[in-house]
């Protein structure tokens, strides 16, 4: 179902709770609200459409990609300076980030998976992993 994002900072600076297979409807929650947004948007957080768990997706090429509980495990050694926006925000922000993450999570199926993420990708999952520790840009 496509939601409504969530603009209230309050709520967005809460930690996620983990999230279970009872959550799977939150992914695809995600899925619909993204896709209806595909030119603004390259990812999402569960709690930016009013979800408390931890969940994100972010496109990967023309597949929408669903992370539940994703942690970072390691990252390049030095960050860059970016800049970047949020659909639950007004304009872009600076802030810093690694070309290079590997994240544990579980997938789509509850499997869980570790994955290395370059470049933009790395840079749009490091975005929504810092919504789920309450960390705005």
Known sequence: MIKDIVR???????????????????????????ESKL????GLAANMIGSTKAVILFRQGNKSV???NPEILKTSPAPYDAEEGCLSLDGRRPCKRYDKIEVKFMDSLFRKKTKTFTG???????????HLHGILI
């Open 8 to 34: 209230d900072i309050l709520f967005l600076q809460r930690k996620a709770e983990p999230a279970t297979k009872d959550d799977w409807q939150v992914g695809r929650d995600l899925v619909d609200t993204l």
């Open 120 to 130: 933009f990708t790395a840079e749009v999952i490091q975005h929504e992993i810092d």
């Open 66 to 68: 669903v992370m539940y």
């Open 39 to 42: 030119d603004t948007c390259a």
